[in-house]
């Protein structure tokens, strides 16, 4: 397992409340692999704003991988999402999808999350469950044309009214029916919604493509009540080797939270998961 850290692109206007460490995107990724972290999950707001080769080349400088390509901004910043009321804004959602899948092609990620950046199907009208559908099915085969997955994260009831849990979550994989489409999960939601940590990642586990980090209160790990020891072992007992994302409150401040994760994780991983994998 390799630890990474979410940080917004350089075109994202304010700060994102769960994206980690101040200053200057090349003095945020210098920090980030001073700290240990192996990659970073880029949170993107209009990739057409951006040089996605001047982009990859920082971070490659920096002996860092791109972990994921977030869609988290999309909703934050410009509340764009995939099913809406208004038709114009679905159609321009997707086609931001469309430009986020090439992005992270051209910067080398392996995936794209969908957590918010899907919409509230109780506000988007009638049909809003077949739309929504049909728009995660074209955007797994958008994504799967170009080597990449898109990972759905069941998301809490108070932040969605659409798959809450790791077995939604499945079923929904099932009824996408696409091998580009899988999930991610994050341990703060799954604080609130899941019975059984270790059941849900074994539900999870057949298409677990990515995790984000933050405890209970959306703290770095150790500063609430999650356990993050079971979590790690049953990561370990499915075979999970892939990226640990913080995502998570930039409190007290955001160079402290990104600190205090590295430093939990760490001590995490080399009790409970063997260490962390570097960034080869
Ligand atoms: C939102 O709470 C979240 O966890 C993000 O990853 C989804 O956009
Ligand atoms: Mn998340």
């Known amino acids: 397992m390799k630890l990474a850290v979410t940080l917004t692109t350089p075109e994202v206007p304010r700060a994102v409340p769960v994206a980690l460490f101040a200053g200057s995107f090349p003095e945020r990724l210098a920090k980030a692999a001073q700290w240990g972290y192996a990659g ?56 931001r999808f469309c430009a986020l899948a090439d992005f992270a092609a051209a910067v080398g990620a392996p995936l794209v999350t969908i957590g918010s950046f899907r919409g509230r199907l109780g506000q988007a009208g009638e049909g809003a469950r077949q739309r929504l559908i049909a728009r995660l099915r074209d955007c797994a085969e ?45 341990t703060f939601h799954m604080n609130i919604e899941e ?36 979590m790690l072992r049953a990561l370990v007992e499915v075979g999970y080797d892939r990226f640990l994302s913080a995502e998570l409150l930039a409190r007290p401040d955001p160079d402290t939270a990104g600190i205090q994760t590295a430093l939990a994780m760490r001590r995490l991983m080399r009790r409970y998961a063997g260490g962390e994998r570097g960034a080869s």
């Not at 001047?54 to 995939?82: K, M, N, P, S, Y």
């Not at 809490?156 to 580009?180: K, Q």
């Not at 940590?197 to 009540?225: E, F, M």
């Open 195 to 230: 019975a059984s940590v270790r059941r849900a990642v074994h539900t999870a586990a057949p298409r677990l493509w990515h995790v984000h980090l933050g405890d209970s209160n959306r703290l770095p790990p150790g500063k609430g009540h999650f356990a993050f020891g079971r």
């Open 142 to 186: 958008y994504a799967g044309r170009r080597g990449l997955r898109v990972a759905l994260e069941p998301l809490n009831r108070y932040e969605a009214d659409f798959i809450h849990t790791a077995a939604e979550g499945m079923a929904l994989v099932e009824e996408i029916a696409h091998p580009a489409f899988g999930l991610l999960l994050d």
């Open 40 to 95: 970073v999950e880029l949170m993107v707001r209009d990739p057409t704003e951006l040089d996605a080769g001047a982009i990859g080349r920082a971070i490659r400088e920096a002996g860092l991988q791109v972990a994921a390509i977030g869609t988290g901004a999309q909703f934050l910043v410009d509340g764009l999402t995939l099913v809406s009321a208004d038709a114009g804004a679905e159609q321009k959602a997707f086609e």
